[in-house]
C-alpha cells in the first residue's frame, strides 16, 4: 500500500526530476563499482504531505507538486547534489558521491537553506477555505559511507549506507519543524562559513553515547580579502624566503609560541597577496583565520579592525537586531569562557554601538575602562584554546589609535597562546612605529627574472610579451602591481586596435609610452573608460573602498538593473570585483586595489566630493533610520567633508560619545576636537554654544583619563565660560565636578573642593540628587586625602543617605568604600573592615566586578594593618583569583606586590621574593613603570631586612626616580621616609636625616599627615 502511493507521487515529480536522477531511481541502469567514501547526506520531511497530496484531486495535487517538491529537486540538482530516494513525505539526498566536489557539506548546507525558504514561500495550501502552512524538518550529517549498487541484477539500486546515513535520518526526526539539524562533522566543515546554534546534546536511538548537534541559521556573509580573492589572480611569483618564514612562525604559533609579524613594503609590493599564500598553507587549515582592515577614513573610528574581528567570533550578522546580538554574545561567551560573562555588556557595546552618557561612564573608575580592554584581550586568549588564532590586520598604517593600543598590549602578553597575528603596513605611509617585539618581514621588488615569468604568464600573446615585456619590467621596477596594472592597460589598447588593424601589434605599440609610476598608468587605464562608466567610478569611489549597490543606487539615481550591468563592466575590466554577500540586500562590490579607489576619489573636485559626500549621508541617514548608532563614524566622516557643517557637529559629537563608551579615548579627543574646530568657525548662537560647552567637557574628561590633564585643565575653564554664557545650571554644575575631579587627581585637595562646592550648590538648586550624590562623595574623599577627616566623613554620611534615598546602588557601594578609608585612617581598622564588607555586598548585588576586586584589596590592607596576617593574605589572594579568572594581570600584578609586602611583614624571606619575582615579570611585559617603581621599593625593603644596605639603597634610589619623574608625591614621600629609616639602622646619619627631611617637605607639601608625626619623632631621636 505504501509503496503504491509513493509510486503514485514518483510518477507525479517525473517531469522535475533531472533526467539521470530518475534514471537512477527507477531503472538503476549502469554500474558503479562499490566504494567508502565520505559523503553528507540530506533527510527531508515534509510533515503531512502525501496525506494532502492524497486528499486532492490529481491536477491539484499536481500544482502542489510544481510549488513545492519541483523547486527541491531543482535546489538538490544546482548544488551538484543526487536525490537518492523518495520517502513517504520526503525525500533524502546525497552530496559527494557518486560525484565529489571538495565543498559537498557546504553545498549540502546551502541547498538545506533555500529548501527551507522555498517551502516557507510556496507551502501554504489552501483546502476548502482553511490555509495550511507546510513546513520541513531537515537533518544533514557528514561521514563515511559505503556506496555502490545494492539489488539483483533485473533491479539495481544505486545507494549509501552506514551509520553516518542513518544519523542524518535521525537528526531528520529530531529537528523541530521549520529547522535543520546537523552533525558535528558537517558542522566542523562548515562552520567557518555559515551560521549556527551553539551544541545540543542528544540523545539517539541505537547510539550509546550523546551526540553533538547544531541549528543550521543562515550563511556567513564573506568579506574578507582572503575569501574573496580565491580564485582571481595572477600566479605566484617569487618569495620564497618570506614565506617560509610566514610558514615556520606558522607552526610555533600551533605550539603555543604566539607571535606577531610585520610585513611591510610600498604600495602594491604584494603584502596582501603573501598573506593570502600564507592562508592556503595546510596548517593554516587549522587556523580560526581572522581577518580585520584598517581604512584611510576609518582612522578615527575605534577599534574597527578589532570590530570586524569580533563579529566573526560571535557569529553576527548584517540583518540582526539588537537583541540578537546581545543573545549571540552571551552565548558565545558563555562557550567560550563563562567567567567573562560580566563583559558581555562592553561586547554589545562594541558591536552594537549603545552609546553612554558622559555622567554614566564619570561614574565608572578609570580601572574599569583598563579592566575591560584586558578582558578583550583574554576572551581571545581563551578563544584560541578552542582553535588555534590567526589574526590579520591589514593596512596598519591606518589603524587607529585604540586598535593600535590594544595591538600593542597583545602583543606583549601573546607569547604563550597559539595565536599568530600579521599585520601589513605600506611604508610610505607609515604613521607609527612597528608593534615592538615584532618579527618583520620587508618586501622588496620581485627580481628581474620573476616579473619576466609573471609578465610571460599573464600576456598570454607571444608576439606582445616579446614585443613589450622588457619596456614592462624596466618601467614596473618588480612590482607586481604595476606589471599587472600596465599589462591591463595593454589590453585595453589592443582592444580598441582590434578593431581597426586586425593583429598589427608593432605599430600600435612601437610608440606606446608607458607612464612611469602605476598612479599614472592606472590613471590612465580610468581615463579611457566611457563618461558614463568613468562617472560611477568617481562616485562609488566616494563611498570608500566597499561599494554596497542600494546606497551607490540611491546616489546616482539609476534603476538597479542598469547600474549592475555598468558594474558588470567595471568588473570585467578589472576596477572592481563582486563581493560575495549572504542577501540580495546587501548586495555590494569592492575595488580591487585600494590604488583605484584612491586614484578615482583624487580625480574628483573638491566640490564634486562636498557634494556627493552630503548626498551619501543623507541617503544613508534614511536607509539606517533604525541603527543609525551602529553608522556614526562614517556619517561623521561624510558630513565631515561634506559642506552640512551641523550635521558635521552632530555625528562628530555622537562618534566622539561612542568612543567615549567604548574607553577610547584617544579617538574620541579627535573626534571632539574636530567638532569644536567646525563649532568655532560657525556663528555662535545659543545652540552652537551649548555644544561647545558640552564639547569642551567631553574632551577634558576623556584628556584627563589618558593623563593630558594640562589641556583638560584649559579646556574645562572653556566649557564653563560657554556654559556660563547660556546659563546652563544643569551643565554647569556637571563641569564643576569635572573641574574638582581632575584637582583632586592632580593632588590639589583645596582646589578640588572649592570646585566640588561650587557644584553641590549649583545642583541643590536644580535639585539634581543623583549628582548631588556623585558630589558629595567625591568631595568627602578628598577631604580625607587632604586630612580634615571629620568634614570628609560628614560628605561622606551625607551621600549615603541620599543614594539610600534614590536607590543608587553604584554610588553607595563606592561611598561606603570610602567610609571604609575613612577607619583605615583613624586606624580603627575594625570599623573599616565592617564597612567594606558592606561596600563588598552591594558590589556584588550590582555585579560590578571591579568594584568587588578593589575592595577585597581593601579589606585585605586594613586586615593587615590589624596585624590579621592569616586574613589579609586571605583577601589578597582571593583577589587574585578574580584577577585570574578575568585575565586583569595588571591587578594580579598589584596584588603580588602586597602579598610580597605581607609576608615581608612576617619576616618569611621566600615567599617576598616569589611575589617580586612574578610580579616584576607582569610589570616588565605590561611595561608599567610605576609598577616597577612598586617593585624596586619592595626589594628595597627586603634588603633592608636582609642588612643588605648598599643593594638596598640602589633600590630605594630606582624607585625614587621614578615616582618623581611621574609626580607620584606620596610614594616619592614614603620611599624617602623608608631610606632614611634605613640608614638610621646603617648609622649614616647626616644622610638619614636629609632624607627624612626630604620626605617631611614632600608629604607636608601634599598634606599627608600619616607619616608626619613618626618623621618628626625620629628626626628628634636623630639630634640626640
Ligand atoms: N609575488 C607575486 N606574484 C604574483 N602576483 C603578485 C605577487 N605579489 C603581489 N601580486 C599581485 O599584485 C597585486 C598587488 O598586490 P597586493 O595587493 O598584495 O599589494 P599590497 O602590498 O598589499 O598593496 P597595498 O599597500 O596597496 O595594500 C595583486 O593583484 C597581487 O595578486
Ligand atoms: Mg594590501
Redesign the pocket.
Known amino acids: 500500500m505504501k509503496e503504491k502511493k509513493q509510486n503514485k507521487i514518483l510518477e507525479l515529480f517525473k517531469p522535475y526530476v533531472p533526467k539521470a536522477v530518475t534514471h537512477r531511481i527507477l531503472e538503476g541502469e549502469g554500474s558503479l563499482p562499490s566504494e567508502r567514501s565520505e559523503a553528507t547526506i540530506i533527510f527531508i520531511d515534509i510533515r503531512g504531505f502525501t496525506k494532502l497530496a492524497d486528499q486532492l484531486d490529481p491536477e491539484k495535487a499536481t500544482e502542489i507538486i510544481n510549488n513545492i517538491f519541483a523547486p527541491i529537486v531543482g535546489i538538490i540538482d544546482k548544488y551538484g547534489g543526487c536525490i537518492n530516494k523518495f520517502l513517504g513525505d520526503g525525500l533524502m539526498a546525497i552530496f559527494g558521491t557518486p560525484f565529489s566536489h571538495e565543498d559537498d557539506p557546504e553545498r549540502a548546507a546551502r541547498a538545506s537553506i533555500e529548501i527551507m525558504k522555498s517551502i516557507e514561500e510556496n507551502g501554504q495550501i489552501k483546502i476548502s477555505n482553511k490555509i495550511k502552512r507546510l513546513k520541513a524538518r531537515i537533518g544533514i550529517n557528514t561521514g563515511l559511507c559505503i556506496s555502490g549498487e545494492i539489488g539483483s541484477a533485473s533491479r539495481k539500486e544505486f545507494t549509501v549506507i552506514g551509520d553516518t546515513v542513518n544519523l542524518a535520518s535521525r537528526l531528520q526526526a529530531n529537528a523541530t519543524p521549520g529547522k535543520t539539524l546537523i552533525g558535528e562533522k558537517t558542522f566542523h566543515r562548515i562552520k567557518d562559513n555559515f551560521i549556527t546554534s551553539p551544541p545540543r546534546k542528544l540523545k539517539i536511538k541505537g547510539k550509546k553515547d550523546l551526540v553533538s548537534v547544531y541549528t543550521l541559521k543562515g550563511e556567513e556573509k564573506k568579506i574578507s580579502f582572503f575569501e574573496q580573492k580565491k580564485n582571481s589572480?595572477?600566479?605566484?611569483?617569487?618569495?620564497e624566503k618570506e614565506l617560509k618564514n610566514l610558514k615556520e612562525a606558522l607552526k610555533k604559533s600551533y605550539q603555543s609560541k604566539g607571535q606577531v609579524i610585520e610585513i611591510s613594503?610600498e604600495?602594491?609590493?604584494?603584502?596582501?597577496?603573501?598573506i593570502l599564500e600564507l592562508t592556503k598553507d595546510s596548517l593554516a587549515k587549522e587556523f580560526n583565520i581572522l581577518s580585520g582592515n584598517c581604512s584611510s577614513w576609518e582612522e578615527s573610528k575605534p577599534y574597527a579592525p578589532l570590530k570586524e574581528i569580533f563579529t566573526k567570533i560571535f557569529g553576527i550578522k548584517f540583518d540582526d537586531d539588537l537583541k540578537e546580538i546581545d543573545k549571540k554574545i552571551e552565548n558565545k561567551i558563555k562557550e567560550i569562557d563563562s567567567s567573562l560573562l560580566f563583559a558581555s555588556s562592553y561586547f554589545s557595546r562594541l558591536l552594537s554601538s549603545k552609546i553612554k552618557s558622559l555622567e554614566e561612564i564619570m561614574e565608572q573608575s578609570k580601572e574599569e575602562s583598563n579592566l575591560l580592554i584586558r578582558v578583550v584581550k583574554k576572551l581571545l586568549w581563551s578563544f584560541s584554546s578552542q582553535t588555534p588564532l590567526l589574526i590579520i590586520i591589514e593596512?596598519m598604517q591606518w589603524i587607529d589609535d585604540a586598535s593600535g593600543e590594544f595591538l600593542i598590549q597583545c602583543s606583549k602578553e601573546i607569547k604563550e597562546y597559539p595565536i599568530l597575528i600579521i599585520y601589513?603596513l605600506?611604508e610610505s605611509l607609515k604613521k607609527r612605529d612597528s608593534i615592538a617585539g615584532s618579527k618583520r618581514i620587508k618586501?622588496l621588488p620581485?627580481k628581474n627574472t620573476e616579473s619576466d615569468k609573471?609578465i610571460s604568464l599573464v600576456i598570454r600573446e607571444n608576439d606582445i610579451y616579446k614585443l613589450m615585456k622588457d619596456k614592462i619590467i624596466s618601467t614596473a621596477n618588480g612590482n607586481?602591481?604595476f606589471i599587472?596594472e600596465i599589462i591591463r592597460g595593454i589590453e585595453e589598447r589592443k582592444l580598441s586596435a582590434d578593431k581597426d588593424r586586425l593583429g598589427n601589434y608593432p605599430e600600435i605599440f612601437a610608440n606606446f609610452q608607458i607612464p612611469d609610476t602605476v598612479q599614472s598608468i592606472a590613471r590612465a587605464r580610468i581615463d579611457l573608460l566611457p563618461v558614463g562608466l568613468k562617472e560611477i567610478l568617481y562616485q562609488a569611489s566616494v563611498l570608500g573602498r566597499d561599494i554596497e549597490i542600494k546606497l551607490l543606487q540611491k546616489i546616482t539615481n539609476l534603476e538597479v538593473k542598469i547600474l549592475l550591468e555598468m558594474m558588470k563592466e567595471l568588473q570585467k575590466q578589472e576596477f572592481i570585483e563582486e563581493v560575495k554577500a549572504a542577501s540580495q540586500l546587501q548586495r555590494y562590490f569592492t575595488f580591487t586595489?585600494?590604488?583605484i579607489q584612491e586614484i578615482a576619489y583624487n580625480s574628483l573636485l573638491f566640490k564634486t566630493r562636498r557634494n556627493l559626500h552630503n548626498k551619501i549621508g543623507t541617503v544613508m541617514e534614511e536607509m539606517y533610520l533604525s541603527k543609525i548608532d551602529a553608522k556614526v563614524e562614517e556619517l561623521a566622516y561624510h558630513f565631515k567633508n561634506s559642506d552640512d557643517q551641523e550635521k558635521a557637529v552632530f555625528y562628530l559629537n555622537k562618534a566622539g560619545d561612542k568612543a567615549q563608551s567604548l574607553y577610547a579615548f584617544k579617538n574620541a579627543i579627535n573626534y571632539y576636537l574636530d567638532s569644536i574646530k567646525i563649532l568655532e568657525s560657525m556663528e555662535l548662537k545659543k545652540e552652537q554654544l551649548t555644544q561647545l560647552s558640552e564639547t569642551y567637557n567631553k574632551l577634558a574628561f576623556s584628556q584627563s583619563i589618558i593623563g593630558e590633564r594640562k589641556e583638560a585643565e584649559i579646556n574645562l575653564t572653556k566649557a564653563l565660560e560657554y556654559c556660563r554664557k547660556i546659563r546652563d545650571k544643569n551643565n554647569e554644575s556637571l563641569i564643576l565636578m569635572s573641574m574638582g575631579n581632575l584637582y583632586g587627581d592632580m593632588g590639589q585637595w583645596d582646589k578640588a573642593i572649592e570646585y566640588f562646592q561650587d557644584s553641590l550648590l549649583i545642583s541643590e538648586e536644580i535639585n539634581n540628587l543623583r549628582r548631588k550624590a556623585s558630589i558629595l562623595k567625591g568631595i568627602g574623599l578628598t577631604c580625607l586625602f587632604k586630612g580634615d577627616i571629620s568634614t570628609g566623613y560628614s560628605y561622606l554620611k551625607e551621600s549615603i543617605n541620599i543614594c539610600k534615598e534614590i536607590k543608587a546602588l553604584d554610588v553607595y557601594a563606592m561611598a561606603l568604600n570610602n567610609i571604609g578609608i575613612y577607619y583605615d585612617m583613624l586606624g580603627r581598622w575594625k570599623e573599616a573592615i565592617a564597612a567594606y564588607k558592606e561596600s563588598l555586598s552591594i558590589a556584588k548585588k550590582i555585579k560590578n566586578i571591579i568594584v568587588i576586586s578593589n575592595i577585597m584589596n581593601n579589606i585585605g590592607f586594613a586586615y593587615s594593618s590589624l596585624g590579621e596576617s592569616k586574613q589579609a593574605i586571605y583577601y589578597l589572594k582571593k583577589s587574585v583569583k578574580i584577577a585570574n579568572k578575568i585575565g586583569d594581570i595588571y591587578n594580579k600584578g598589584i596584588n603580588y606586590i602586597h602579598l610580597g609586602e605581607e609576608y615581608l611583614k612576617k619576616d618569611e624571606f621566600i615567599e617576598v621574593k616569589y611575589y617580586i619575582f612574578h610580579a616584576e615579570k607582569i610589570f616588565d611585559e605590561l611595561d608599567d613603570k610605576l609598577g616597577l617603581a612598586d617593585i624596586y621599593r619592595l626589594k628595597a625593603k627586603l634588603l633592608k631586612k636582609l642588612k643588605r644596605w648598599k643593594d638596598s639603597e640602589i633600590f630605594f634610589e630606582k624607585a625614587i626616580k621614578i615616582y618623581s619623574k611621574f609626580g607620584d608625591k606620596i610614594n616619592e614621600g614614603e620611599s624617602y621616609y623608608e631610606w632614611g629609616d634605613m640608614l638610621i639602622l646603617k648609622r649614616d646619619i647626616d644622610l638619614a636625616r636629609k632624607n627624612l627631611i626630604k620626605s617631611q617637605k614632600i608629604l607636608r607639601n601634599i598634606g599627608a599627615k600619616k607619616h608626619l608625626i613618626e618623621i618628626e619623632e625620629k628626626l628628634n631621636n636623630l639630634k640626640k
Open positions: 589572480h595572477s600566479p605566484f611569483m617569487g618569495r613594503g604600495l602594491g609590493i604584494g603584502k596582501s597577496r603573501l593596512d601589513s605600506r618586501l620581485l609573471l607586481p602591481l599587472e586595489h585600494s590604488l
